[in-house]
Structures are given as structure tokens and as C-alpha cells.
């Protein structure tokens, strides 16, 4: 049984930082793609970034490249999201799946997704 459980989310002020952590039972992340989500009230779940291929590759969506960074430790078989320079708008419950990439793109399984973390900005 694959179980994805994240943490870190909480809340911060405009500019400020947080690390959100995935960590993976039942499934080994370096065998596919890891993606983080999100879904703020009233709007459509966004794709925020993904790393695949071992961790060589990355996304970014274009509302949070050059402030957010994904990586893996393979070792802890943990995903992160570092977030920096926060902004109202990333306020959202952040999730994490795994999947498999294959057309440019990360597809996350159905059954492969994580319970989220709660992100707060405020201004």
C-alpha cells in the first residue's frame, strides 16, 4: 500500500519561507515521477513542480519559478518543496503524487496522493 504523507505547511507573512516534506511508504520516489499540487478555495488544482528522472529533472509552474526549488532525498525516499518569498497567492492545501513520466509530462496515479499541508500567507 503506497502512502504519501507531506508536512510543513503552517503560516507565514508576505516574503517569508517554508519547506513542505513528502515522505513515501510502499513506493520507492526515484522509480518515478514526484509532483507537487495545489488547490486554493474556489480554483482548479494547479501543478506547481515536479522532478523526475532520479531527481536530474524538474518543472516549475510559471507562477513559482525562481521561488521555489523540489528536490529529493532518496535516501529518507522524501520529497521537498522549499518556497521562498512567499506570496498571498500561494496561500493553498499543497499536495504531493507520484507517477510516472512519460510525454514531457508527470502523470500522478490515482491511488498516489498525499492527505496535504495547509500553506497560509498573509500580508
Known amino acids: 500500500q503506497v502512502q504519501l504523507v507531506e508536512s510543513g505547511g503552517g503560516s507565514v507573512q508576505v516574503g517569508g519561507s517554508l519547506r513542505l516534506s513528502c515522505t513515501a511508504s510502499g513506493y520507492t520516489i526515484d522509480s518515478g515521477c514526484m509532483s507537487w499540487f495545489r488547490q486554493a478555495p474556489g480554483k482548479e488544482r494547479e501543478g506547481v513542480a515536479a522532478i523526475y528522472t532520479g531527481g536530474s529533472s524538474t518543472y516549475y509552474a510559471d507562477s513559482v519559478k525562481g521561488r521555489f526549488t523540489i528536490s529529493q532525498d532518496n535516501g529518507k525516499n522524501t520529497v521537498y518543496l522549499q518556497m521562498n518569498s512567499l506570496k498571498p497567492e500561494d496561500t493553498a492545501m499543497y499536495y504531493c503524487?507520484?507517477?510516472?513520466?512519460?510525454?514531457?509530462?508527470?502523470?500522478?496515479?490515482?491511488?498516489?496522493w498525499g492527505q496535504g499541508t495547509q500553506v497560509n500567507v498573509s500580508s
Open positions: 503524487a507520484a507517477g510516472e513520466y512519460y510525454g514531457n509530462t508527470c502523470h500522478p496515479k490515482d491511488d498516489y
